[in-house]
């Protein structure tokens, strides 16, 4: 079993940046591809970005290319999101998901491990 706590959400203007953190724990993180995925109300939870276990491979929304980054430290069990020119359609509840082996462009189906989400909220 894997454990994953976000963190880092918060309140921030439009244009701003916002760093998110996934820390996992319990069983080995190896093998894991991460994801994030985000959910705003009345929505449906869809994807945002994913980073491969070993090679470091990426892949992002189209909505968010070009202003979000996805990074990991296997040796820290981290994974980071980091969210630059934040606009009112970012926000959503943000979740941290343990992948297992690479997808491109995952669904919620893929996931089998999920963190409770951090809240990001952006004003215009």
């Known amino acids: 079993q894997v454990q994953l706590v976000e963190s880092g959400g918060g309140l921030v203007q439009a244009g701003g940046s916002l760093r998110l953190s996934c820390a996992a724990s319990?069983?080995?993180?190896?093998?894991?591809?991460m994801s994030w995925f985000r959910q705003a109300p009345g929505k449906e939870r869809e994807f945002v970005a994913v980073i491969s276990w070993d090679d470091g491979r990426t892949y992002y929304a189209d909505s968010v290319k070009g202003r979000f980054t996805i990074s990991r430290d296997n040796a820290k069990n981290l994974v980071w999101l980091q969210m630059n020119n934040l606009q009112s359609e970012d926000t959503a509840a943000y979740y941290c998901?343990?992948?297992?082996?690479?997808?491109?462009?995952?669904?919620?189906?893929?996931?089998?491990?999920w963190g409770q989400g951090t809240q990001v909220t952006v004003s215009s």
């Open positions: 998901a343990g992948l297992p082996g690479w997808h491109l462009a995952p669904t919620v189906n893929d996931a089998i491990y």
């Open positions: 319990g069983r080995t993180f190896s093998g894991y591809a």
